[in-house]
């Protein structure tokens, strides 16, 4: 069983920062792999668009909307990663995702989503 569980979403008024975490939970016995995660968000009527993400080794990777704003970040277990938002605006509202890139069976590498945390940053 492979879980990630997201947290830090809300409302927070424009320029305004926020905080959002999401921790794979998943068996150490069954997991032989973790490789990127990131969080992906998705504005109503528009695409699922990348918006941070890691890999294992550390590199990250950001929107071009974000950078200079938002910073992502990963803790030793590589299992929990941080995406510290700061300078909220408007146009950040939405739902964001958490994705990570696990290996629950030799040689097989999956993506696992997070059930989504509502983001809404008022003018």
């Known amino acids: 069983q492979v879980q990630l569980v997201e947290s830090g979403g809300g409302l927070v008024q424009a320029g305004g920062p926020l905080r959002l975490s999401c921790a794979a939970s998943?068996?150490?016995?069954?997991?032989?792999?973790?490789?990127?995660m990131g969080w992906y968000r998705q504005a109503p009527g528009k695409q699922r668009e990348l918006v941070a993400a890691?890999?294992?080794?550390?590199?990250?990777n950001y929107a071009d909307s974000v950078k200079g704003r938002f910073t992502i970040s990963r803790d030793s277990s590589k299992r929990t990663i941080d995406l510290q938002m700061n300078d909220l605006k408007p146009e950040d509202t939405a739902v964001y995702f958490c994705?990570?890139?696990?290996?629950?069976?030799?040689?097989?590498?999956?993506?696992?989503w997070g059930q989504g945390t509502q983001v809404t940053v008022s003018s």
């Open positions: 994705n990570a890139q696990l290996e629950v069976a030799l040689d097989t590498v999956s993506d696992y």
């Open positions: 998943v068996s150490a016995e069954i997991l032989f792999g973790i490789y990127d």
């Open positions: 890691v890999t294992s080794g550390g590199v990250t």
